[in-house]
Each structure stands twice: as structure tokens, then as C-alpha cells.
């Protein structure tokens, strides 16, 4: 069974097929060889054993004949019988004479010929006493008549109709055992027809049977592995045993168990990298977030040490104001004071150009804070 389920379905299909077809040839060419068997033994059988029966039927016939003329001749008071009988009695010699030669050239087995042999010589001495009654009676000696009938005439003819009947229960039995060898042929041939039919049915089932079973059982089991995967259980051992179309499908479906677990595995295998660097990243963005919130208290601070720089600045660019108004009071005074005023100036211009950086400082500071506060709403 193993080298069977191995074979390409295709294969074991033509191989099935093959097999009845040529016991259904075989059993076909029996019937046809009987038949023709059978034609030939018939023919066989019309052409001798029956045609000699024919003819030793119809011999048998002239000869009973011509017997009976004989004996009515032979114990008639009439004179003019003799006469009236004369051309069938000539008649009856030569058709018997006919019949015997049809006969002779168809005899085959030796029994058939020392029959015949001894018919003809019985027949000679039937036709001498034949001859010796008709003389008799001709002579009008009704004694002689009577003797020859009854001493010689009687017991030739017996003889001779006796022999005759031997000779075509020999043919009849000849035939007989030709029917019945026929019908023995027949009736071998009948069950040997027979045993082949059975055969052909007895086989064409077993093939159909397992041929159905090395088909349907493996692609059953392929279709539960199909089911089994299709429902997401990639655990199950999957066999393959033969290295057939189905052998090939299991191999196929274990296959792909295979690399769908392999798929499977290295897709959970990446979910679970990707688990722990998205720990990872919580875990910064937490940290993140908090060094966020420790940035924006420290901007907050800034942003409050900024403001109170601010003040003081304004508060020095109002001294600076101050302190230009009072320059320019001293202006005044020191273009009212002649010597006084050079040096004034010359002060004056110092504490100017002091009073433009206090001012160049304070725009910085305001764009220090500016950008300070905008980090802090960022954060």
C-alpha cells in the first residue's frame, strides 16, 4: 500500500482503468472465442455428423422401404403387384445405392468404416435374398416364395436394417457428443465470462475504493490543517506520507505552518523590542517632563530677577534723566560761570555718554527678559 499511495493519482487512476479495461478486453475476447468456437463446432457438426445422419436416415428409410415392399410382394396373392413395384423397387436400389456412396465418402473413424463395411456386405446377401423371393414369387411357387422369405429373405433384412441402424445411432451418438461438447464449452466459457465479469467488478470496486480512500482521507486532513491554521493554532505536527498530489499539498501546508510560525515568532519578538523602547521613551518623556518643569521654575526665576533688573534700570535711565537735567542746569550755570563751563561740560559729556550705555544696557536687559518670558511659555 505504501508504493500505491506513493503514485501520482493520475498515475494510479490510468493504472486502475488499465486493469479493468483489460480484464473487460479479456473477458470480451473469451466471449467472442467461444462464440466462434461454437459457430465452428456447429459448423463442423452440419457439415459431417449431421449431414451423415441425414443421409443414413434417408439410406434407412429406402431401406425399410423396400423391406416392407419386399414382405408385401412376398405374402401377396395378387400376380400383378410384382409388377406395379417394379420401377420404384428399381427406383428405391438406385437412390439406395446413391446414398450409400454420399455416405461412404464422408465416414472418418474406423468404427464408422467397419460399419459400413459390414452393411455392404449384409446388403448384398439382403439383396440376393431379396432376388431369391422375386424369382420365386415370379416362378408362382408360393412354397418357395415362403421359405425364401421367411429362411433367407427375413433374416438378411433384419440384419442388414439392424446394421444400417447401428451405423446411424453411431452418427446420432457422434452428434450427441458433439452437442454436449458444445454445450460444455459453452458452460466453461459461460463461467469463465462469469469469474472474469465478477473479477472486473470485484477489482474495479477495490481500485475505486482505495483510489477514493487515498484521495479523499489525505485531502481531509489537509483541510483540517488548513482549518487548524486558519483559526491561529500554528502548534500542530503536521505528517506527510506519501509523496503523491495530496503528499505534496501536506508537504506545501506544513511548509507554510512553518513559516508562519517563524513570521509569527519574529513579528513577537519585534513587538516586544518595540514594548521595551516604548518603555524607554515613557520613561524619557517622564524624566523630559521633568526637567521641563524644573527649566520653566528656573525661567521663572530668571524671568522674576529680569523684572526686578528692569526696575533698576528704569530707575538708573530716570537718575540718568535726572542727573541730564541737572547737567543741563549746570550748563547754564557754567555758561554763566566762565571757567566753570569748560570743565562742566567736559563732566557733562561724560556722564552723557554713560547715560547712552545705561541706556544700551537697558535695551539689552529688555530683550533678555523678552525672550526669558517666551521660553517660559514654550516650556
Known sequence: MTFFSNLRIGTRL??????????????SA?????????AEATRVMMQSPLAKERLISDWYVLT?????????????????LPMLFADVISESVKKGSETMAKVEALLVTDEEKATYKSIVELRAK??????????????????ETVRAYQLSFQPAAKAYENRVLELLAIERRAIDDMSHA?????????????LLTALTVLLGGLFAFFISRSIVRPLAKAVGVAETVAAGDLSANIRVDSRDETGQLMQALKD???????VVGEVRTGTETIATASGQIASGNQDLSSRTEEQASSLEQTAA????????VKQNADNARQANQLAVSASEVAVKGGAVVSQVVDTMGSINASSRKIVDIIGVIDGIAFQTNILALNA
Not at 126 to 143: I, L, M, P
Not at 182 to 194: G, M, P, T, W, Y
Not at 305 to 312: A, D, F, I, N, Q
Open 14 to 27: 490510468t493504472l486502475a482503468f488499465a486493469i479493468v479495461l483489460g480484464l473487460s478486453i479479456i473477458s
Open 30 to 38: 473469451v466471449g467472442l472465442m467461444s462464440a466462434h468456437r461454437n
Open 64 to 80: 425399410y422401404s423396400a423391406i416392407a415392399r419386399t414382405s408385401m410382394i412376398a405374402r401377396t396373392t395378387d400376380e400383378a
Open 126 to 143: 439382403y439383396q440376393a435374398a431379396k432376388d431369391d423371393v422375386t424369382r420365386a414369387k415370379a416362378s408362382g411357387n408360393t412354397v
Open 182 to 194: 458444445i454445450d460444455a464449452a459453452n458452460a466453461k466459457s459461460f463461467n469463465l465470462r462469469l
Open 256 to 262: 507554510m505552518n512553518a513559516n508562519l510560525a517563524k
Open 305 to 312: 530677577s529680569m523684572e526686578e533688573l528692569t526696575s533698576t
